[in-house]
Nanobody
């Protein structure tokens, strides 16, 4: 079982920046996929940013150019740098990871963090 622990959420004013961290309980090199999702109040959970093991990155259109996903292998951590934050970025942000269970059956283990609240308001 891989545990994911998010940190770095909080209250920030519009235009400000915040960095979220997701620490995994095992070598992130063993994880084929890591990313961040968010869920706004009353909304659905949506993908924000993804980082594959190969280093491929992708972002939701709403955050492209403002958010940047990266990893620190020495700390088993995936980071989400959020810049020029907007009120609509307010949400609970969840770390997500995937690990191959079987290459024969093409199945995966999936893991979720507990979430960290990000509030963008004046």
């Amino acid at each position: 079982q891989v545990q994911l622990v998010e940190s770095g959420g909080g209250l920030v004013q519009p235009g400000g920046s915040l960095r979220l961290s997701c620490e995994a309980s095992e070598d992130i090199g063993n994880l084929s996929f890591m990313g961040w999702y968010r869920q706004a109040p009353g909304g659905q959970r949506e993908l924000v940013a993804i980082l594959s093991r190969s280093g491929t990155k992708d972002y939701a259109d709403s955050v492209t150019g403002r958010f940047f996903i990266s990893k620190d292998n020495t700390k088993n951590t995936v980071l989400l740098q959020m810049n020029t934050l907007k009120p609509e970025d307010t949400a609970v942000y969840y770390c997500h990871a995937r690990k191959i269970k079987s290459t024969v059956w093409d199945t995966y283990y999936t893991y979720w963090g507990q979430g960290t609240q990000v509030t963008v308001a004046s």
